[in-house]
Protein backbone atom coordinates (compact mmCIF):
# COMPACT_ATOMS: atom_id res chain seq x y z
CA UNK A 1 0.00 0.00 0.00
CA UNK A 2 1.32 3.08 -1.14
CA UNK A 3 1.68 5.73 2.20
CA UNK A 4 -0.47 8.82 1.21
CA UNK A 5 2.52 11.35 3.01
CA UNK A 6 5.20 9.97 0.97
CA UNK A 7 3.05 10.79 -2.15
CA UNK A 8 2.49 14.23 -0.77
CA UNK A 9 6.58 14.85 0.08
CA UNK A 10 7.32 13.71 -3.59
CA UNK A 11 5.58 16.89 -4.74
CA UNK A 12 7.56 19.30 -2.98
CA UNK A 13 10.68 21.19 -4.15
CA UNK A 14 14.01 20.49 -2.72
CA UNK A 15 16.32 17.82 -2.13
CA UNK A 16 16.72 16.02 1.49
CA UNK A 17 20.04 15.11 0.85
CA UNK A 18 22.59 12.98 2.90
CA UNK A 19 21.80 14.65 6.18
CA UNK A 20 18.42 15.21 6.07
CA UNK A 21 17.96 11.79 5.21
CA UNK A 22 19.64 10.81 8.28
CA UNK A 23 17.18 13.16 10.37
CA UNK A 24 14.42 11.56 8.32
CA UNK A 25 15.31 8.15 9.82
CA UNK A 26 16.16 9.06 13.38
CA UNK A 27 12.67 10.69 13.66
CA UNK A 28 11.22 7.72 12.54
CA UNK A 29 12.88 5.44 14.77
CA UNK A 30 13.17 7.93 17.82
CA UNK A 31 10.97 10.24 17.65
CA UNK A 32 7.94 8.82 16.02
CA UNK A 33 5.52 11.34 17.67
CA UNK A 34 7.41 14.45 15.90
CA UNK A 35 7.65 12.45 13.01
CA UNK A 36 3.78 11.59 12.30
CA UNK A 37 3.29 15.50 13.62
CA UNK A 38 5.59 16.83 11.06
CA UNK A 39 4.11 14.66 8.14
CA UNK A 40 0.48 15.47 8.96
CA UNK A 41 1.52 19.33 8.91
CA UNK A 42 3.28 19.02 6.03
CA UNK A 43 6.19 20.51 7.09
CA UNK A 44 8.37 17.12 7.19
CA UNK A 45 10.41 18.06 4.28
CA UNK A 46 10.92 21.39 4.53
CA UNK A 47 12.14 20.57 7.69
CA UNK A 48 14.64 18.24 6.26
CA UNK A 49 16.34 20.17 3.33
CA UNK A 50 16.84 22.97 6.32
CA UNK A 51 18.56 20.51 8.70
CA UNK A 52 20.51 19.26 5.42
CA UNK A 53 21.51 22.74 4.77
CA UNK A 54 22.51 23.58 8.34
CA UNK A 55 24.45 20.09 8.36
CA UNK A 56 26.23 21.11 5.55
CA UNK A 57 27.17 24.89 6.69
CA UNK A 58 28.21 23.60 9.77
CA UNK A 59 30.59 20.98 8.47
CA UNK A 60 32.07 23.47 5.76
CA UNK A 61 32.91 25.83 8.94
CA UNK A 62 34.17 23.27 11.08
CA UNK A 63 36.87 21.85 8.63
CA UNK A 64 37.76 25.68 7.44
CA UNK A 65 38.37 26.07 11.54
CA UNK A 66 40.01 23.19 12.00
CA UNK A 67 41.86 23.42 8.86
CA UNK A 68 43.48 26.67 9.99
CA UNK A 69 44.54 25.58 13.53
CA UNK A 70 46.35 22.97 12.06
CA UNK A 71 48.12 23.12 9.18
CA UNK A 72 47.22 21.34 6.40
CA UNK A 73 50.12 19.71 3.88
CA UNK A 74 50.51 21.03 0.53
CA UNK A 75 48.53 20.52 -1.98
CA UNK A 76 50.92 20.66 -4.90
CA UNK A 77 53.77 18.51 -3.55
CA UNK A 78 52.02 16.27 -1.03
CA UNK A 79 48.42 16.02 -3.09
CA UNK A 80 47.62 12.35 -1.50
CA UNK A 81 48.68 13.46 2.26
CA UNK A 82 46.51 16.59 1.34
CA UNK A 83 43.65 14.52 0.54
CA UNK A 84 44.04 12.44 3.56
CA UNK A 85 43.77 14.62 5.90
CA UNK A 86 41.19 16.80 4.39
CA UNK A 87 38.99 13.65 4.59
CA UNK A 88 39.97 13.33 8.49
CA UNK A 89 38.92 16.78 9.27
CA UNK A 90 35.57 15.96 7.26
CA UNK A 91 34.97 13.02 9.59
CA UNK A 92 35.63 15.05 12.55
CA UNK A 93 33.33 17.32 11.22
CA UNK A 94 30.79 15.44 10.44
CA UNK A 95 30.60 13.30 13.63
CA UNK A 96 30.05 16.91 15.38
CA UNK A 97 27.65 17.72 13.19
CA UNK A 98 25.60 14.80 13.40
CA UNK A 99 25.62 14.75 17.23
CA UNK A 100 24.35 18.35 17.53
CA UNK A 101 21.79 18.88 14.26
CA UNK A 102 20.53 15.35 12.99
CA UNK A 103 19.97 13.63 16.24
CA UNK A 104 19.10 16.51 18.44
Known amino acids: MLDPMLTFLKRLE ?3 GKYGGMR ?4 QRHRKATYAR ?4 GTLKQHLIEVNEQAKT ?3 QLVEQ ?4 EPLPD ?3 DPLGWIQRMNGLKAQAEEVVIREIVFN
Open 24 to 27: RDYL
Open 66 to 69: MSQS
Open 14 to 16: GNI
Open 58 to 60: MVD
Open 38 to 41: MCME
Open 75 to 77: KNS
